[in-house]
């Protein structure tokens, strides 16, 4: 019972204005960092936008979507040259929306604002709409990481139970196998419903959020003919109805998991924590800084898988300075550690990439347990 009050208080705050929260006064810890996160550029000569890499990325990712598109609808013939290229078509899409289109909408691609709305459009391109992203993950996720009923990029909704101070239902107890259809078929719900159910209601999670305009307005209708053609008016010239409905879902399929599995390993793990305003008077106990490093858990990758998705193992660095293109990331890592030590902040990195995958499963088997309270 104290479990589900504490949830519908927090999906009660959750449609008040966002300022309403507030976090702990600043320990000093987040000025000393940003000085020295300022000095390493003064002194080393790396540019915090507009980095040539950046842009010799950009050009590889959308030619590698251009010649795996036109091969999987012009070219393949086998059924498993087909499933290759839907399969890798998925991951290309995916390293767009890591690298190009993420450093655009936190405005850490370039120094110029069209060039990062640009690059920022490029999530349209796979589907998604850049304008409501931008107030789900860049305000809402970014300011209030793992706050129950403010932070909506892990809400599922019923479907599953991700933090401890959302309600526990039967069909939980099952979680820790089912997630990972769920995250297969995110990318085709929101393909589908959530960008329109968002544009007709003017809600976003249940907040108000208006209709885009303008630009905006345009990007997002062209933003959908694009897609939509790419999708199945163009393949539909082609090939039958059956081969591009497989073709979409195992591309979607491929790209939710992707995305989906980057994404928990920062925050849907044991490791994070999840705190919750207090009561009477909605402030965090941690400053801000402090509490993006507790609720983020960073990642080792190579160099590699780095490249591939967008520095994001860095997740720790992003959360700090989103504003930064994510190229600098390893570079600003040795910095947030080191200071991390002297502040006494816990700096949390998986030991492996599968280590994250554990925790990701044991937190969702745990939280699928009745009565699992907060830790």
């Known amino acids: 019972m104290q479990n589900q009050q504490t949830y519908r208080e927090s999906t009660k705050r959750a449609k008040e204005p966002a ?12 000025i000393e960092l940003t000085r020295r996160v300022n000095e390493l550029f003064q002194t080393t000569g790396l540019r915090e936008r507009d980095c040539p890499q950046m842009y010799l990325k950009t050009a590889i990712l ?18 498993w040259v087909v499933l290759s290229l ?50 789900g993950h860049t305000v809402l996720h970014h300011k209030y990481v793992n706050i129950t009923g403010y932070d909506t990029d892990f809400d599922l909704g019923t479907l599953a139970r991700k933090t401890p101070f959302q309600p526990w239902l039967p069909h939980h107890r099952w979680q820790h196998y089912y997630i990972w259809l769920l995250y297969g078929v995110y990318p085709i719900h929101w393909h589908f419903v959530s960008d329109f159910e968002s544009f007709f209601l003017e809600e976003f999670y ?69 705190p919750m305003p207090l009561e009477d008077t909605g402030i965090i106990e941690n400053d801000w800084a402090i509490h993006q490093i507790e609720t983020t858990v960073n990642f080792p990758c190579n160099h590699l898988m780095t490249w591939f998705v967008g520095g994001l193992n860095y997740q720790i660095e992003h959360h700090l300075f989103p504003n930064i293109c994510h190229v600098n990331y390893p570079a600003i890592s040795r910095v947030v550690e080191e200071t991390c030590q002297e502040f006494g902040v816990k700096y949390k990195k998986h030991k492996s990439i599968w280590a994250g995958i554990s925790s990701h499963f044991h937190w969702m088997r745990r939280l699928g347990m009745a009565n699992t309270m907060s830790i």
Request: aromatic share 18%; glycine share 8%; net charge positive.
């Open 86 to 135: 839907s399969i890798l078509l998925g991951l290309v899409m995916a390293g767009i929306g890591f690298n190009i289109q993420h450093d655009g909408s936190h405005n850490a691609y370039s120094n110029y604002p069209w060039v990062n709305k640009l690059m920022a459009a490029t999530m349209d391109l796979i589907g998604f709409s850049s304008y409501y992203w931008l107030w």
């Open 19 to 30: 300022k309403m929260l507030k976090f702990g006064k600043n320990t000093g810890f987040q």
């Open 206 to 274: 249940d907040r108000h959020y208006p209709r885009p305009k303008g630009v905006n307005l345009a990007i997002f209708l062209v933003g959908k003919a694009v897609f939509f053609t790419l999708a199945f008016g163009l393949p539909l010239m082609f090939h039958s109805v059956w081969t591009v409905l497989m073709c979409y879902v195992v591309t979607s399929f491929t790209l939710g998991i992707v995305l989906n599995v980057v994404f928990l390993y920062a925050h849907e793990v044991e490791e994070a924590t999840f």
């Open 62 to 79: 959308l030619l590698s979507f251009l010649v795996v598109y036109v091969s999987l609808v012009f070219l393949a013939q086998a059924w």
